[in-house]
């Protein structure tokens, strides 16, 4: 009956190793597969990069979110004159582990009837003064930038709607569009070069998470290796080792 009863045990532990085993494998290779396909994305961002410069037109024509999808990270270089008056402060942000602005001000482009939201960079904020904003120049006349295509700023929490003052958490571009009435662009441009205007430019580069990936699948297959040390020490090597002794 007791030989029985171990035996029953036994090939009960075994069914549920074998699941587990394989369920947690499973999501191993799902992982790997995931790491594969954000690593061709990656490589597709640094090949963007380093395409010719996107022209005026392509920026200012209407476009939709599958053509957007292709353009980004490309390059650009924009011609144009500021909308100074429209400039917005996003609060919160960071950049090399300091809280301040990004700072969003729309170009209204030279030659084209078209305005393109440009995600200028970042200014540290006045902890004193939480409604003081920081002290960016904004050329007036023509200027020419460098950067590439973004989407939008990113979003973070917030309790309320976006507000429509000058230093907002958030700014959506279907909404700033109708506030402002500027013809924007349905993309935006992240500048890019050195430190100017009382801003800095020192973005991270995009990244896809590949690391994060295989980070995940290497716990995961430790986890099923586990699960296969376990099940052979306390149902076969320990158990041999017990009848020996007895």
């Known amino acids: 009956m007791i030989a029985t009863s171990r035996t029953w045990r ?5 069914v549920f190793t074998v699941i587990g085993m394989a369920v947690t494998f ?5 992982q790997l597969a995931r790491a594969t396909q954000k690593q061709a994305l990656q490589e597709s961002i640094e090949s963007r990069q380093h395409q010719p410069a996107i022209d005026l037109a392509t920026v200012a024509a209407p476009i939709d979110q599958t053509q957007l999808d292709k353009l980004l990270h490309r390059p650009v270089s924009l011609r144009g004159v500021w909308v100074a008056d429209r400039t917005v402060y996003l609060d ?3 950049m090399g582990g300091r809280q301040g602005f990004d700072v969003l001000t729309p170009l209204r482009l030279s030659g084209a009837d078209s305005v393109v939201l440009v995600q200028r960079g970042w200014a540290p904020r ?4 939480r409604t003081a904003l920081p002290a960016v120049q904004t050329p007036s006349g023509e200027v020419t930038i460098l950067g590439r295509i973004a989407a939008s700023p990113a979003r973070l929490y917030s309790l309320g709607e976006d507000g429509h003052g000058a230093i907002r958490q958030n700014l959506d571009l279907e909404a700033f569009r109708g506030e402002t009435g500027l013809p924007l662009a349905s993309l935006t441009v992240l500048q890019t070069g050195e430190a100017s205007e009382g801003l800095l430019r020192e973005w991270p580069q995009p990244a896809t998470g590949v690391e994060k990936h295989h980070g995940y699948a290497f ?3 430790g986890l099923c290796a586990l699960i296969g040390l376990l099940f052979t020490w306390f149902q076969v090597v320990r ?3 017990i009848s020996r002794r007895v």
């Open 10 to 14: 036994f090939w009960l532990v075994l």
């Open 26 to 30: 499973s999501l191993g290779r799902w």
């Open 92 to 94: 919160n942000r960071q």
């Open 126 to 129: 006045n902890f004193g003064d």
């Open 219 to 221: 716990q995961w297959f």
């Open 239 to 241: 158990p041999f080792y």
